[in-house]
């Protein structure tokens, strides 16, 4: 989550390095005296920023759902077609972990381990917004004639999600060696037709 070239805020620091820590030391919990070192301050300065290292980790969750979000709106806005709006939307998805390692820990749950429920609620919330996302765009595609698929949208929608995070759990479990990138685009051409039988140019 790193932002060359610009001057980063105190705050903006401490969440950098958290997520850092995250890519560095996985399977490890974070604790606020080792962050603040890693920061350069005390640990009073962090809570002068961040009451508690929950919210923190809900500074990096709502970074992840600013930056995946909108370059979700951006696919829409710019794809016509559903068949490439959704894998797009996946390929975003798969992309954002690959470039930050640290918070696909935060994605699948890994980084979260004996921290409050309410942390754990938030990941799952995104990942049902965007299982809903994909839905609405299948369905609206049936529903103008535009895509004939072989499974209906909410299925269709839970087998790319389950995709995603399989690829990133993997990911998270080979301590990062293990792109959930790297086959998207080749698996992705061959499962196309057979999940999707025929989608007609939109107008």
């Not at 350069?40 to 709502?62: C, D, N, W």
Request: charged share 25%; hydrophobic share 45%.
């Amino acid at each position: 989550m790193s932002k060359a070239g610009t001057h980063l805020s105190r705050r903006e620091q401490i969440l950098a390095a958290l997520a850092k820590m995250l890519e560095d030391s996985p399977g490890e919990r974070i604790t606020t005296s080792v962050l603040a070192k890693s920061v350069g301050v005390s640990e009073a300065a962090l809570y002068r920023h961040f009451p508690s290292k929950t919210k923190m980790f809900e500074g990096l969750i709502e970074f992840i759902e600013e930056t995946i979000f909108s370059q979700i709106t951006f696919v829409v806005t710019e794809e016509k077609s559903a068949i490439k709006r959704c894998e797009s939307i996946v390929n975003v998805l798969l992309r954002f972990a690959e470039q930050n390692p640290g918070l696909s820990r935060l994605l699948v749950g890994d980084a979260l381990t004996g921290e409050t429920e309410r942390l754990r609620q938030r990941i799952v919330q995104i990942f049902e917004r965007i299982e809903t996302q994909l839905k609405q765009i299948l369905r609206d595609a049936e529903l103008r004639n535009h895509l004939q698929a072989a499974l209906p949208a909410a299925a269709f929608a839970h087998f790319l999600m389950a995709y995603v995070d399989g690829a990133i759990v993997q990911f998270v479990r080979s301590e990062f060696q293990k792109s959930p990138s790297e086959h998207w685009l080749e698996q992705w051409r061959v499962l196309a037709p057979l999940l999707m039988q025929i989608e007609l140019v939109e107008v």
